[in-house]
C-alpha cells in the first residue's frame, strides 16, 4: 500500500519531491496474466519484476522500487510489528551492480502494517502451512486481512485510517561489475541493510512509538570492506 500510494500514484506528489527520477513500481509476472487487472496495472506504470524487466528499465534510465520482502513478508505482518526479509534476499544487490549508474535507495515504510489486521497464522498453524505452500509453487500466497467495511468500523476489505509515514534514505552509489564476486554481493547488502536499519532506528520515534522491529535475521553486525 506504502509503494502504491507513495511511489506507484502521486499520492505524495513524489514528482515534486523528486524530480527528474521517473519509478517504476515491480510486481510479480503472475500479476500481468489475468484480462482488465494487467491493463490496469500498466496504467499505473507497474512493470514485472523479472530480471529481464529490471535491467531493461535501468539501461532506459528508469528508477526502479522492490518490495524486497515480498509474499513470506506479508505473512508476518501485524499491526505494530515490522519483521523483514531481508537475509536471503541479494538478487537486487547483483543485479545493480551489472548496469552502469546504478544506486541502491534504501526505503522504509512506518505504519503499513497497521492499516489491515491479519487472521493469526502461528508458524506451525495449517493456515501457515497452507500459505507457505501456495507461496512456494505459485509464487505468491494469500494473507487472509481484515480491516473495515463501507458503513461499519468493524469488519471489511478496506483499510483503516492511519497513516503510512515513507522515509527514503541516503543513496549507496554502486561500482559496475559485469560479473559481482560474492564477496562483493555480501558486502553491499551489508551496507544496504545496515543504512536501512539506520532508518528504522533515526525515526521509529517519529511515527510510530509503539513499533517493535525484527532485524535479527537480517542485519549484521560487522561491515568488512571489501578490496
Aim: aromatic share 12%; proline share 5%.
Amino acid at each position: 500500500m506504502g509503494a502504491i500510494g507513495a511511489i506507484a500514484t502521486e499520492g505524495s506528489n513524489w514528482s515534486k519531491l523528486f524530480p527528474g527520477i521517473p519509478v517504476s513500481t515491480l510486481t510479480l509476472v503472475a500479476q500481468f496474466q489475468l484480462p482488465f487487472y494487467r491493463e490496469y496495472l500498466l496504467s499505473l506504470g507497474l512493470a514485472s519484476v523479472s530480471k529481464r524487466s529490471c535491467t531493461s528499465l535501468l539501461k532506459r534510465g528508469q528508477s526502479i522500487c522492490i518490495v524486497l520482502g515480498g509474499a513470506q513478508e506479508s505473512l508476518l505482518a501485524r499491526p505494530g510489528q515490522l519483521n523483514l526479509i531481508l537475509n536471503k534476499r541479494k538478487g537486487f544487490v547483483k543485479l545493480a551492480m551489472t548496469v552502469h549508474n546504478t544506486t541502491l535507495v534504501p526505503t522504509l515504510a512506518f505504519g503499513e502494517n497497521d492499516i489491515y489486521d491479519q487472521v493469526r497464522n502461528d508458524e506451525h498453524s495449517t493456515l501457515f502451512k497452507l500459505q507457505d505452500f501456495l507461496k512456494r509453487k505459485l509464487g505468491f500466497t494469500l494473507p487472509l486481512m481484515h480491516a473495515r467495511g463501507i458503513f461499519n468500523y468493524d469488519f471489511g476489505i478496506i483499510p483503516y485510517r492511519r497513516p503510512i509515514n515513507i522515509v527514503v534514505g541516503e543513496p549507496i552509489d554502486m561500482p559496475y561489475r559485469s560479473n559481482p564476486s560474492d564477496a562483493e554481493v555480501d558486502y553491499y547488502h551489508r551496507l544496504y541493510v545496515s543504512k536501512l536499519k539506520k532508518i528504522y532506528d533515526d525515526f521509529k520515534d517519529k511515527f510510530h512509538k509503539d513499533l517493535t522491529g525484527n532485524f535479527e535475521d537480517c542485519v549484521y553486525t560487522d561491515l568488512e570492506v571489501v578490496a
